[in-house]
């Protein structure tokens, strides 16, 4: 494939005919849903240590078995020619590239069971290299390339099996972790050895330059509620011995030695009790222990190590609805943005042994999300993948980012995208599709209909469809983040209405036929809106959503969340949770809504979805509750395509029928 400069093809992409009212140019339709959710997705690229290789995965939909498939590719980083190098059923995820940069260690669930495999990248079939009943989870090659230090979860213990046996299963909650330690796989003989133990579990760690040790990060287990717990510690690899590093309050983790082990950066929240909302930092401390040195607190966003090579620390982190990668330099504390063009949304960096180069996943507005790879000195893209052909028959809608004042005079900023043969000086059924965390950012990205919401369905229905940063958003900095601290949903529900206002104003949106929906915290703000703000909407979706702030904090796998942004419980402050609880407010509902939740959903429980569905029952507002099974993880959203077929079908029918007044058997 040959190189080609972000601006060539966007302006490529820009000339493609497009669907007209008067129909003369046609060589577009619009998709399906199933083909959406079809959709060829290209990930987890990898850059060989000498730049010349790139291996990344491809998603594909297996509608038979029901589940998403990878499999693993590799492509020149100069020319752009690529190939598949995995293939088989099940999948093969999490490409690493051996120091040599000969062969590719990688996990598959071929035989039923995840385990480690490896690859030579000249050729030949792939040698499995793990066996037995529990899988191993992150990897990585040591220096020397003889080892891989590999997860693996602690199996039952004897006593769990006999109480099982003699009562069946049952839960002590919390209790009865099963930890997550470290183990050393020898390659050449696949000898698996335990690194360390005890009453913690282990999440990322790094090797030394010499191989001797390795720097991880532990919790107290593995309850999601405990993240704040993350400490640093040192394992000698030929003992075992452990020694403590950092163990200040709040989280500290993602260990990355420098070059010369001498000094490890790692990412810290700085002892700060709010980490929820407040930035991430990069810190480094002497790697035989001392104090901690804060390297980015100029720097107001979450940055992402990437890699220590030379006297620089690479990172990623989000700039408003943009990301890049950026270098920090330790000693001046110094950050330089790498990016190929402006308004560019970049992801999953990854750098040669001598960072000249890069590889990455990016888009923009009108560029599909493809693999490329750069070197960073000029960092002129080539592209390896050409996923985008997939959409080539397809209408576009036009995507740009917009900005209005909300009602306390700060800026939002949000995604908004126009119809299909968009006319100027035309009103159009307006549609808002708020994003989860709340720290997400919705990003101008083509064909972004996934998991929930079937928004190039409705552009090409004729509708507006507008993605808002609320307050608390990434990429805007602290102070944004911390705008909905103990003003949850009410601030949120003042930049929805304002954005929906500027629309009305500027004479592109019908005031008549407005929507709104979201999932987890989008779920929550448009539950805020039934109860506060009714007579603005014809229709509402409520995704995996909060309805009573009290009842998600006694139910939910993260509860310090709600601690943290309510600043207190619902026993030290029952007003702040009276306040900013949908369900407070249920007599003021009248908008028909929809309700969608996971059956087995830990992150925001079903309870909330009954609580809100009977207040609204109860009210005599029209109303569906929809419970769906088989999400997997945590159970927060869809992670099968038939779920989210489902998803998607029911927010149509729901929104065309009280939006564009169609007939529904389903409603």
């Known amino acids: 494939m040959k190189t080609i400069r972000l601006a060539a093809l966007v302006a490529a992409l820009a000339v493609l005919p497009v669907w007209t009212p008067g129909g003369a140019q046609s060589p577009v339709r619009t998709p399906t849903i199933d083909e959406l959710i079809s959709l060829k997705r290209a990930g ?3 850059i060989s240590p000498d730049g010349k290789l790139v291996a990344y995965t491809v998603r594909e939909t297996n509608w038979d078995q029901n589940v998403y498939e990878t499999s693993i590719w590799l492509a020149e980083a100069q020319s752009g020619v690529s190939w598949r190098l995995t293939r088989g059923r099940k999948s093969s995820t999490n490409p690493t590239w051996s120091p040599d940069g000969r062969r ?6 071929r035989t039923d069971r995840r385990q480690l495999y490896l690859i030579d990248v000249r050729g030949g079939e792939s040698e499995q290299l793990t066996t037995g009943d529990d899988s191993p989870g992150a990897f990585a090659w040591s220096p020397d390339g003889r080892e891989i230090a590999l997860l693996m979860t602690d199996a039952k213990s004897d006593s769990a099996k006999a109480r099982e046996k003699t009562y069946g299963e049952f839960d002590v909650i919390d209790s009865d972790y099963r930890m997550t330690h470290l183990h050393l796989l020898d390659v050449a003989t696949k000898k698996v050895r335990r690194l360390t133990s005890g009453a913690f579990t282990v999440g990322r760690f790094g090797w030394s330059p010499d191989g001797r040790q390795i720097a991880f990060d532990h919790r107290i287990n593995g309850a999601n509620a405990n993240g704040a717990s993350a400490n640093i510690s040192v394992v000698t690899v030929a003992t075992g011995a452990v020694r403590a590093l950092v163990t200040q309050e ?7 030695w420098s070059p010369d082990g001498t000094r490890i950066a790692f990412e810290s929240a700085m002892a700060s009790p709010n980490n929820f909302f407040t930035n991430t930092h990069i810190a480094v401390v002497p790697a035989a222990g001392g104090a901690i040195t804060d390297l980015s607190a100029a720097f107001d966003e979450h940055p992402a190590i990437v890699k220590w090579v030379g006297n620089t620390i690479y990172f990623s982190a989000s700039s408003k609805t943009a990301s890049y990668l950026f270098s920090l330099d330790p000693a001046t504390k110094k950050v330089t943005r790498f990016a190929p063009a402006d308004a560019w949304a970049g992801s999953a960096f990854t750098l040669s042994a001598d960072a000249s180069s ?3 996943v990016a888009s923009d507005a009108a560029t599909y999300p493809e693999v490329y790879a750069a070197p960073l000195a000029t960092m002129k893209p080539v592209k390896l993948t050409d996923l985008g052909a997939q959409t080539s028959a397809w209408a576009k809608a036009p995507i740009e980012v917009i900005s209005w004042k909300s009602k306390d005079g700060t800026t939002i900023e949000g995604v908004l995208h126009k119809p299909i043969g968009f006319e100027a000086g035309k009103k159009y059924p ?4 708020i994003h989860g965390g709340p720290t997400g950012t919705s990003r101008p990205v083509p064909y972004s209909s996934v998991g929930q919401y079937p928004i190039d369905l409705w552009t090409a229905k004729g509708a507006l469809v507008l993605e808002p940063n609320y307050r608390g958003s990434a990429g805007y900095g602290e102070k944004f983040r911390s705008l909905n601290v103990r003003n949850l949903g009410i601030g949120d529900a003042w930049d929805v209405l304002s954005g929906v206002d500027h629309l009305v104003k500027q004479g592109l949106a019908d005031s008549t036929r407005v929507g709104t929906m979201g999932w987890s915290q989008g779920g929550y703000i448009s539950a805020f809106l039934a109860t506060h703000d009714a007579a603005r909407f014809k229709a509402i979706s409520v995704g995996a959503g909060i309805s009573d702030w009290m009842t998600y904090y006694v139910n939910t796998d993260i509860t310090p969340f709600t601690r943290q942004y309510l600043k207190g419980t619902p026993w030290d402050d029952p007003k702040i949770y009276a306040e900013t609880s949908p369900i407070t407010y249920i007599k003021g509902a009248k908008t028909p809504t929809l309700i969608q939740h996971g059956a087995t959903d830990q992150r925001v429980p079903l309870p909330d979805a009954f609580e809100l569905y009977r207040g609204l029952k109860d009210m005599g507002v029209p109303s569906t509750l929809m ?5 997997e993880g945590v159970g927060h959203g869809p992670s099968k395509p038939k779920s989210s077929r489902a998803l ?15 007939p529904s058997a389903r409603f």
Request: proline share 7%; charged share 20%.
């Open 358 to 360: 890069a590889a990455f």
């Open 104 to 109: 590719i260690a990688f996990a598959s669930d």
């Open 648 to 662: 998607m079908e029911h927010n149509l029918d729901w929104f065309g029928k009280y939006i564009w007044g169609e």
């Open 430 to 433: 307006l549609l808002i599709v």
């Open 627 to 631: 419970v769906y099974r088989g999400f």
């Open 44 to 46: 987890s690229p990898e």
């Open 250 to 256: 709040g989280p500290d983790a993602n260990p990355v």
